[in-house]
């Protein structure tokens, strides 16, 4: 998995990463830290791997950690945050070793980063794994800030998935 330490240990990565966290400490609602993003890629990955999809591991890791990346700008700018990581995630994924990921799996990232958000009927294979994993990850029946939080209640997760 060479590709993923080149992602987490990419400058930019590292930047947004570390302002991500700056941003979210003391946050009572859900963060987008290490924890959720391996969340996101362990349940992506049990998924591909019970659903036989066959889907790359590194593949689902990178789109994973990417995901929620650009966090920091929609804090900071109000940019939407799956646009932002995509942005962000086009550059990392271009500097990284390049036989890492052929250019139809950095389309797939891409795409799954871009449409982690909203459900649609369209959404590639990836894309809706991501989508699903990332809305599973969410303890929503669990949180202590739930009369709080202002999702929408058809996006939380009131139920533990096995």
């Known amino acids: 998995m060479k590709a993923i330490e080149e992602i ?3 400058p ?3 930047e947004y990463y570390q302002k991500i966290e700056q941003e979210e400490k003391g946050r009572i609602f859900c963060c987008h830290q ?3 993003l391996l969340d996101v890629a362990r349940i992506a990955y049990i998924e591909n791997l019970e659903q036989k999809l066959d889907i790359r591991k590194e593949v689902i890791y990178a789109a ?3 995901h929620d990346i650009g966090k920091y700008r929609q804090y900071a700018k ?8 995509a942005e962000i995630a086009e550059v ?8 890492a990921f052929s250019e139809t799996e950095k389309a797939s ?23 699903t994993s990332d809305k599973q990850s969410r303890n929503c029946f669990d949180c202590k800030a739930q009369k709080e939080c202002d999702w929408d209640a058809d996006k939380k997760n009131f139920h533990l998935c096995v």
Not at 78 to 85: L, N, R, T
Not at 117 to 125: A, I, S, V
Request: hydrophobic share 45%.
């Open 92 to 99: 990392i994924l271009r500097e990284i070793a390049e036989d």
């Open 64 to 66: 994973a950690l990417l």
């Open 34 to 36: 290490m924890g959720h």
């Open 78 to 85: 109000g940019i939407p945050h799956e646009k932002a990581s």
């Open 12 to 14: 930019l990565y590292v």
């Open 8 to 10: 987490r240990n990419h």
């Open 109 to 131: 990232i891409l795409r799954a980063i871009l449409g982690h958000r909203r459900l649609r009927e369209d959404m590639e294979t990836l894309e809706r794994l991501i989508y």
